[in-house]
């Protein structure tokens, strides 16, 4: 059970997990349970059990890769990828250990793997446990005391280029998570941002999130290539296949211009122009490894909240098993019936000779009134829901042992679990 292929900064450049980027979830389609993460640090797909590699390469990364860089991934299986699973969640996996973004960038990835039918009972499992883990890290160690992020790293690296911030003008393009903790931190040091999007509309949507006194000036993608040239600051980080910050644009400027390109694929083409400086999500990891060494004692106490996890899931899946609860229905209502029937008996209501026949009346009856449940109960083994369903059943009828507690589970039912 559970299978996953890992690209991440440790064993692919920014080059290969650009090339990753282009596979989409569909790619998977012929795959019951699958779901791909695919982040400015990472490109990994998530199965429900172990695959054949070379089958995997020719149907699918072969469209993107070569096969010597297909080698170059890591392979986790079993009580590893579950392991692997909860550290990536805690962000104990991150370049940037303790960054807060991956949980989210994992909710997304489940949400959509789920809501187009990749995702069933196997997955849904490891991902939820995986949220409650991550945040047991968070509460019970200093890992995230200090939020940062590649997107603040970056924003640090620009302060330590100039020494001091305040005043200048910064082109953000994008407007997702990782351009709005780049603005958040640009706001910090007192830059004014020129904020770029091809859908103006989110650009102002993010604007009036954050805050009127704010100076931040809107544009249109179209007005891209004239900006590049205005400002010594950019930030790049769109979902764009391709570079959207192309040679052609770039123009000589009297002063030295600094350009963080955040995504993946690049934003950025490979640039000609001798005064312009660009810095990508891999050169950021020598300030991330100095957060790492700050981190060095939490990151030893977290692997052993990791560990104690592992031991709490394989728990928690005998804990959801419905064979246990079927036969508890079972033998509950049997239970019940021979006590009132004897309880009959003994009080004279029923004669002692029709005690057995009597018997087998309600135990065919309570058969029959199962029969449903019990259908269901099996035929809904293999679906997300099924886990919600035997927690609220061992509720209701007191039967003893782990539950899920659905109220904590970091995955929220209102973001579509039982549509």
Known sequence: MYFIISFNYRNSDITLRGKLAKLKLED???????????????FEVYFDKKYDLNELYKNIFSKVIDEEEFKKAEIYEGKDAIRHTFRVAASLDSMVVGE???????????MESYEKHYMAQDLTRLIHF????????????????????????????????LNDLSGYSAVVVGVGDTA??????????????ILVNRTVENAFALKEELGDEVNIDVHPLEKLPKLINNYRLLFSATASKEPIIKNEFIKDTSYKRIWFDLAIPCDIENVECTNVEIIKVDDLKNISEENLRKRKKELVFANDLIEKCVVEFYKYLQSVSIEPVIKFLQDKAKECATMSLKNAVKKKYIPAEYEEDVEKILHNAFKRFLHNPNLTLRKMADSPEVDILVSSLKRLFGIKGDILDINKCEYHMDKGILK
């Open 28 to 42: 998977f389609k012929n795959y019951k349970e699958v779901m791909v993460l695919s982040t400015c640090n990472r």
């Open 100 to 110: 807060a973004q991956i949980t989210g960038q994992l909710k997304e990835a489940f």
């Open 130 to 161: 995986s949220f409650k883990c991550a945040k047991k890290v968070r509460n019970q160690t200093q890992i995230s005391s200090e939020p940062v992020s590649v997107a603040s790293i970056a924003v640090k690296k620009a302060k330590e280029k």
């Open 180 to 193: 709005k903790i780049v603005c958040k931190n640009l706001i910090k040091e007192g830059v004014n941002i």
